[in-house]
């Protein structure tokens, strides 16, 4: 079991920085990849950007690529997103995700934490 806690959201204006946080607890040695996701309202979840703990390998959404930025912290057990030139688009709940290989599905999640831009 993992447990993931995320933290760093906020309410922001439109181009300014956030940096989310998400800590991962429990059986941590299992984690092979962790990511953001995010869900806004009335929307599908969709899949932001990944961290691959073996070869610190970066994936992203086409849309975030030039704008936020995934990092790992293998000591601490923590992933961040920097995310820079926000935009009201970017507004949602951000969710952390693990998974155990790379063809494994994400099985654990965390609570999430609200991102909220204005215009």
């Known amino acids: 079991q993992v447990h993931l806690k995320e933290s760093g959201g906020g309410l922001v204006q439109a181009g300014d920085s956030l940096r989310l946080s998400c800590v991962a607890t429990g059986a941590t040695l299992d984690i092979y990849t962790m990511a953001w996701f995010r869900q806004a309202p009335g929307k599908e979840r969709e899949f932001v950007a990944s961290?691959?703990?073996?070869?610190?390998?970066?994936e992203y959404l086409p849309s975030v690529k030039a704008r936020f930025t995934i990092s790992g912290d293998s000591a601490k057990n923590t992933i961040f997103l920097q995310m820079d030139s926000l935009k009201p688009e970017d507004t949602a709940v951000y969710y952390c995700?693990?998974?155990?290989?790379?063809?494994?599905?994400?099985?654990?999640w965390g609570q999430g934490t609200q991102v909220t831009v204005s215009s």
């Open positions: 995700a693990t998974k155990s290989s790379n063809k494994a599905l994400y099985l654990f």
């Open positions: 961290f691959t703990w073996t070869d610190e390998r970066e």
